[in-house]
């Protein structure tokens, strides 16, 4: 069972149409992460939310924290080629984290 | 940049054989972990170690074991290799924080036939 639910599992836009991911638990968390993994690569950390309620924005990318510190979303405003790729949510809890199961985007020129 | 190296990147392997995976850090963290990345599932920790010669099991040890002699070093072991172990295997280190940011080298995927 996945401690984190991501969804939706793929997503397929054109350039330039803004998308949205999901991250859903029942777990509270110390922190929650986002990576991106690209084809034959590890994933690569975006950002890191902390506080419950929190926004960050990374250019294109906006991340939210919910206020019970149990869920996050990602958007991305006007997608580009480039954002392909395995979008993974990550739990923090003492030393370990708990991964979804990535939802796989495709931005099509 | 902090580097992690994965001696691998592809492997194919025999039932039964023993394999090893090999990891390497150069930026002195340490913690350091392994997972195991299948379509639809996500990535799953195996084991990871948060000092020299300690280890804790994660959500999936069966099957498998690690060794971390040196802190830079992380290696894990498949005793005898079995097909469901046909996998990528991803290595990740971290400093020991709160935010357990975590980097991960390229990855190994590994055939067992």
């Known amino acids: 069972t996945q401690l984190l639910e991501q969804s939706p599992q793929f997503l397929s836009i054109q350039e330039g149409e803004n998308l949205t991911v999901y991250c859903n638990s029942s777990s509270v968390f110390s922190s929650l992460q986002w990576y991106r993994q690209e084809p034959g690569e590890g994933p690569v950390l975006l950002v890191t939310?902390?506080?419950?309620?929190e926004v960050k924005k990374l250019k294109r990318l906006t991340f939210q924290f919910g206020d019970a510190r149990k869920d996050s979303s990602l958007h991305i405003t006007a997608a580009q080629p480039g954002d392909t790729g395995l979008y993974l949510c990550a739990g923090a809890n003492d030393y370990k984290l708990s991964f979804g199961a990535g939802t796989t985007v495709t931005v099509r020129a | 940049d902090v580097k992690v190296t994965q001696s691998s990147r592809y492997l194919v392997k025999r039932t039964g054989e023993k394999v090893f995976l090999e990891c390497v850090q150069d930026m002195d963290h340490e913690n350091m972990f392994w997972y195991r990345q299948d379509p639809g599932l996500g990535l799953r920790l195996i084991y990871f170690?948060?000092?020299?010669?300690?280890?804790e099991k994660g959500d999936i040890p069966e099957g498998y074991s690690v060794s971390r002699e040196k802190k830079e070093r992380f290696s894990l072991i498949l005793e005898s290799a079995s097909t469901n172990q046909t996998s990528m295997y991803l290595c990740a280190s971290s400093l020991r924080t709160a935010e357990n940011i975590q980097y991960f080298g390229a990855g190994t995927r590994l055939s067992v036939l």
């Open positions: 939310v902390v506080t419950g309620g």
């Open positions: 170690s948060y000092d020299v010669k300690m280890k």
